[in-house]
């Protein structure tokens, strides 16, 4: 078997653009939101409402307990035929926002358990509320617990994001299969394409390391 | 010693009536009175588990007693039930500030965003002048050249002068310590007593809890014996520390000054 580096160099760019994108922006703008959903899941985990809690642990129950491609199509296929239509996009965002709020939660809560009980109440005898001594003293103790599995979840996201090309979103992978439908160069391309999420994918570990590096600053080692 | 605030006609502070908690059915505090002047230093002492550490977080509402009253002298008074809340109880908080057995300090701050962080975050005083005062307390027990360290680069006995000053920079009427250098190593201790003796000597109001007998023979104005939940013996050092009425008294006192 011959390479064929032209096409493979050709296919560099095409596959590249839809990481920039679909795969990059989908990602970032999915993991934001889905962060912001996982810390109030698990604040109402957290919360003493036996109702609440239930809510919040319902939910997480629920993402985890299902597969990303059948959320995925309950929102981009089943909502249609409830009335509700979305954009390929918005769909995607909204599926995988939710998937990272599901798994990010659990993430969270534990980080957020792991503060012992001494900085709550030290935050407290110098007059903080309880919503301020979770922002300025809690949330960012938790925040270096949470960098190492949270990037464990954003790289996952990166490549699950794959997915979002059974629903149309141009991304790199559906750039993939287009061109590997087009040249018939399967095995070249979709290595190609592993090779283009492996780099994104590195990049992540390494901005992952500096900011536990910065973190590490306040702990004894 | 004996300051001149120890006579009967000084202010009250902050008075304590029929404190009770119970940790599901574990009477852990039975009626605790306490009564404090404005400059008095109150030295709590007993036994591990009597409670002293209950009666301290229920003086500023961190536990929510089942029953009974805390009142400051112009200042708020809260009467507790068992239906009071955490929101309810927070008023007392303005007016102490609690200096932890382990420090407590906020690891990922420097000492002096430690100092700080009260008075501007919570006061919302002026972050220069926060500052300025900052420094100025840290530089009176010694730690100038440490405001930018973080708490895990400075030993026990500095961590623990930072949580004096941390409570200190707050300016509340009351300071509270629960046995603030029992997790010390034993050539740190004095560091501690120093500054603690130079705070009462200026006159601060203190509740202090320790095993420290003879440091609580020389600061405090009255010393406060708990066992078990309740006041066993109350009074001036010398009669509690040297002449105990009590048989619990006496055999703690003892115990602790011949531990061998
Ligand atoms: N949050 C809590 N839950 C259950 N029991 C507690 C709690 N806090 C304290 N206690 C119990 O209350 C008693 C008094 O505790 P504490 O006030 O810490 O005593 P001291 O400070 O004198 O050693 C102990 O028996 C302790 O086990
Ligand atoms: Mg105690």
Redesign the interface.
Known sequence: MTVDWNLFLDSLWPITQGALKGTIPLSLISFVIGLAIALLMALMRLSGNAVISFIARAYISAIRGTPLLVQLFVIFYGLPSIGVTLNPWPSAVIAFSLNVGGYAAEVIRAAILSVPKGQWEAGYTIGMSRTLTLRRLILPQAARVAVPPLSNTFISLVKDTSLASVVLVTEAFRKAQEIAAFSQEFMLIYIEAALIYWVICLVLSMGQTRLERRFDRYVAR | MSHASNSPEATVLLKATGLQKSFGDHEVLTSIDLQIGKGQVLALIGPSGSGKTTVLRCL?G?EIPDGGEVAFDKGPTVSFTSKTT?RQA?VL??Q???V?Q?Y??????TVLENVI??PV???KRKRAEAIAEAESLLARVGLAEKRDQ???QLSGGQQQRVGIV?ALA?KPSLLLFDEPTSALDPELVGDVLRVIKELADEGWTMVLVTHELAFAREVADEIVFMDQGVVVERGHPDVVLRAPQNERTQQFVHRLLNPF
């Open positions: 500023n961190l955490q927070q908080r303005s102490s500030a609690m932890f382990n407590n300090l906020f690891p990922h701050m962080e009260g975050r919570v006061q973080y708490p895990h941390r707050l």
